[in-house]
Structures are given as C-alpha cells and as structure tokens.
C-alpha cells in the first residue's frame, strides 16, 4: 500500500524556514516523481513544486521560486521542501503528492498534509 | 501560473448529471492531454479521480467522465449521489513543466 507522510509543520515567525518531510512506503521511491501541493485556510489547491525521480530535475510555481527547494534521498525514501524567507501568504497545508504511474503527470497519491503557519 | 478557471459551484438533485468546466489556455489544457480531476471532502486529501483527460484510476466509479475540447476541459457527474458533494478541482501539466490547478467547484446535492 502506498503511503505518504509528511512532517515538518508548525509555527514560524515571517521571514524565518522550515524544513517539510515527506517519509514514502508501499512502492520503489526512486521511480516516480513527486510534488508538493499547498491549500490555505478555506482556499483552493495551489502546486508549489515537483522532482523528477533522480533529483536531477526540478520545477516550482512563481510565488515560491527563489524560496523554496525542492528535493529528494532516495536511499530514505524522503522528500524535502525547505522553505526559506517564508510569509503570511505561505500559510497552508502542504500535501506531498506521487504520480499515478510513471507516464501520467496526474496525482494520484497524496500525504494527508501538514500545517504551516507563517505569523508573528 | 494563472489558475484555470471553474465556476464556483454547481448543484443537482440525486440522479441527475452535472459538468464541471475548466479553462485554461494553450500553455496548460490545451497543450496536452493531462488535464486531471480531484474531488476533496471538506478535511480530507484530494482524490484523483480522472487522469489524462478522460481515464479513471482503478475503483473510481464509471459515474465519472472528463472531455476536452480546446483549451477547455470538462467533468461529468451522472446518477448524481450524496457522496458526491464535495469540492472538484482540475489540474494540468503545463509547457513550463509546471502544474497548474482550477479554481475549484462546490459541488451540492440539493
């Protein structure tokens, strides 16, 4: 069974980091690419960013460029979202999200999220 | 990264068919056939329920369909059920090799 597991969320002042981990299980890690996916409070879905199966190959949305890193261990089987010089308008639940399969782009397991709130 | 467009929310009594539009552009829906749809129950992760436009992910009822057309996509709900109400959301792989989300549809069964 394929499971996904994120940690890594809390309280941070604006300005300040986190570091979010995605622990994965039931499949082989290394072949699939993998994203993470925030939702603000009432909000909707927002991709942040995703990671080719090797590392080698990264890509994020427009508002986190720049903030945020992607990245993977394989031999962990763990994803990372380190997110630096975060805001208010960060505040989310941030899903780890695995490929259906290794030729479609649709999403079709996900974590059940962690909370990150950005506030003074 | 302009987010594709749904209307806000859409109902129907139990049995009917509703559709879900979604519309984007030439760099996201129109660009390939990786238009997606996830359902999400208020609290819950999202569930993928159509890939590529138009397949369903094993267990996902038939009562689900996706077309496209253009740059413009769609989600069919038919013999509507109570357990369909929920928030849809339509995602799309992009030429930048990004991933682009809809604005999200409330979907009620009156």
């Known amino acids: 069974e394929v499971q996904l597991v994120e940690s890594g969320g809390g309280l941070v002042q604006p300005g300040g980091s986190l570091r979010l981990s995605c622990a994965a299980s039931g499949f082989t890690f290394s072949s699939y690419w993998m994203h993470w996916v925030r939702q603000a409070p009432g909000k909707g879905l927002v991709w942040v960013s995703r990671?080719?199966?090797?590392?080698?190959?990264?890509s994020y949305a427009d508002s986190v460029k720049g903030r945020f890193t992607i990245s993977r261990d394989n031999a962990k089987n763990t994803l990372y979202l380190q997110m630096n010089s975060l805001r208010a308008e960060d505040t989310a639940v941030y899903y780890c999200?695995?490929?259906?399969?290794?030729?479609?782009?649709?999403?079709?397991?996900w974590g059940q999220g962690t909370l990150v709130t950005v506030s003074s | 990264q302009s987010a594709l467009t749904q209307p806000a929310s859409v109902s129907g009594s139990p049995g009917q068919s509703i559709t879900i539009s979604c519309t984007g552009t030439s760099s996201d829906v129109g660009a390939y056939n990786y238009v997606s749809w996830y359902q999400q129950h208020p609290g819950k992760a999202p569930k993928l329920m159509i890939y590529d436009v138009s397949k369903r992910p094993s267990g996902v009822s038939n009562r689900f369909s996706g077309s496209k057309s253009g740059n413009a996509a769609s989600l069919t709900i038919s013999g509507l059920q109570a357990e369909d109400e929920a928030d849809y959301y339509c995602g799309s792989y992009t030429s930048s090799s990004t991933h682009v989300f809809g604005t999200g549809t409330k979907v009620t069964v009156l």
């Open positions: 990671i080719n199966s090797d590392g080698g190959s990264t």
């Open positions: 999200a695995r490929q259906l399969s290794t030729e479609t782009p649709g999403l079709g397991y």
